[in-house]
């Protein structure tokens, strides 16, 4: 019954985001993850399946690269909403982005590592999943600036600095402290469900 929901909610979000976004180029390349993301959970899912967990935050991460990709992550209509609030002077949903790709990877590369038994040590296990998590990162910060320079100014959407000139230090720093987090905080609940699905396998 959850496959069901969770595919229900992907889909649904995902014709949403497809319908009129601000432009399809954008689109494609905000969307793009979370369409090769979908591919490998099918292909996956016998031979590997995931925790709970872990796939209610792939799909929160899916959902947060949707909406990007519909308006934007400069110019998300909520966080422009919100800017008077509190004073900023940028639309920050993108800094949501980065966060959650730091928040996410981390529990992947946490559920990948246990379960093959690549390090058995919790110390090195979380520093070498934070290291993925910020090389990750940095990668992304690569493919952005390839895109840059190969399509010019329709490039300016996806890059969403909006005109900080930290901005690719920043998103950097926001996926470190998002993948710190995810340890912190859910590490003991991922752990009672892997026991679960050790169990049921």
Request: glycine share 6%; hydrophobic share 55%.
């Amino acid at each position: 019954m959850w496959k069901v929901i969770w595919l229900g909610i992907y889909f649904a979000v995902l014709i949403w985001s497809a319908i009129e976004p601000k432009g399809y180029f954008i689109w494609i390349l905000e969307v793009g993850p979370a369409l090769i993301c979908l591919t490998i959970l099918v292909l996956t899912y016998k031979k590997f399946p995931l925790t709970p967990l872990l796939y209610t935050l792939i799909l929160i991460h899916c959902i947060i690269l949707m909406v990007g990709g519909h308006y934007t992550y400069a110019e998300v209509p909520l966080f422009d909403t919100i800017k008077p609030w509190f004073g900023f002077e940028r639309n920050h949903y993108d800094r949501v982005g980065h966060l959650a790709q730091g928040f996410v990877p981390a529990i992947i590369a946490r559920e990948i590592l246990i379960r093959l038994d690549v390090i058995s040590g919790a110390n090195w296990r979380n520093f070498i999943i934070v290291s993925i998590c910020l090389a990750f990162s940095a990668f992304y910060e690569l493919i952005e600036w390839w895109v840059a320079v190969l399509t010019g100014s329709a490039a300016d959407d996806f890059l969403a600095t909006q005109g900080d000139i930290w901005d690719t230090q920043s998103d950097m720093a926001l996926a470190l402290t998002g993948a710190i987090l995810a340890l912190l905080l859910l590490s003991r609940w991922h752990d009672r469900q892997l026991e679960k699905l050790t169990s049921r396998r």
